[in-house]
């Protein structure tokens, strides 16, 4: 039986993504681990990147020490 690929990318395939681009993984390695298409891991990257690059602050030294 032919299964439906899922087309859209859930929270976790973006988290995925973030935490592989923290680890400088490919395009092509990170898509092979989430099972998608290396094009559809790079266009995601290129609309949301501001998204992977910025989305975690360290809070540690957010605040000054009291």
Known sequence: MNEK?????????????QE???KNMSFNAIAQRIGKDPT???????MHGKTYTNSFAKTENAAPNS
Do not use: F
Request: one cysteine or more; aromatic letters at 0%; glycine letters at 4%.
């Open 20 to 22: 592989c681009l923290g």
């Open 40 to 46: 559809t891991v790079s266009k995601e990257v290129k």
């Open 5 to 17: 690929k899922n087309r859209h990318m859930t929270l976790d395939d973006r988290v995925e993504i």
